[in-house]
């Protein structure tokens, strides 16, 4: 069973009742591939990110859920900003009655090979995926806004189904 509830865009989203939360999300890259991880709290396909803790940077909280969720160390300065994704829309609902609004610095991460894996604590599974078999995946909606402003940007013509999901 889901712990969590990603909405973007969704006119039926909670309110928040809690206050906003900022985290880092990182799209990891190698040989023209993109590092997806199934996601325990809602089976469904995201990039690395996660809350930001007190005494950490944007890039220090990137680096620590990399390493966390995936096995690879990275540094930071292979982080690339992306973007800050900030619309009020973004909410994570879960099950213990906290809703937040979420904000993520993204960043771009690209390898030159594709390293060994480890399945972290939060993460079903991983893997790597060619761009186009994005189209197929059940993505964290929060996520797939991130990727496609990648996509976009790295001018890769891919359009990603828009699903409003409740779980």
């Known amino acids: 069973m889901p712990t969590a509830l990603?909405?973007?865009?969704?006119?039926?989203a909670p309110d928040p009742n809690c206050?906003?939360?900022?985290?880092?999300?990182?799209i990891i890259t190698a040989e023209g591939k993109i590092l997806l991880e199934k996601r325990k709290d809602n089976f469904r396909w995201g990039i690395v990110s996660g809350d930001m803790h007190a005494t950490e940077t944007f890039k220090d909280t990137a680096v620590r859920k990399t390493m966390k969720e995936t096995g690879i160390k990275i540094y930071p300065d292979q982080l690339k900003p992306l973007k800050v994704f900030d619309d009020p829309s973004r909410i994570v609902n879960f099950l213990d009655g906290n809703?937040?609004?979420?904000?993520?610095?993204?960043?771009?991460?690209?390898?030159?090979?594709i390293p060994e894996t480890k399945v972290g604590e939060e993460s079903l599974e991983l893997r790597w995926v060619e761009p186009s078999e994005l189209t197929d995946l059940s993505l964290v909606i929060t996520h797939q806004e991130i990727l496609e402003y990648y996509l976009k940007l790295k001018q890769i013509d891919i359009?990603?189904?828009?699903?409003?999901?409740?779980?």
Not at 6 to 12: A, G, N, R
Not at 19 to 26: E, I, M, Y
Not at 99 to 113: N, P, Q
Request: glycine content about 6%; charged content about 20%.
């Open 6 to 12: 990603y909405y973007l865009h969704d006119p039926f």
């Open 99 to 113: 809703i937040y609004r979420i904000v993520s610095f993204g960043y771009v991460c690209e390898l030159d090979a």
């Open 159 to 167: 359009e990603l189904p828009y699903r409003i999901y409740r779980q």
């Open 19 to 26: 206050p906003a939360r900022f985290g880092s999300a990182v």
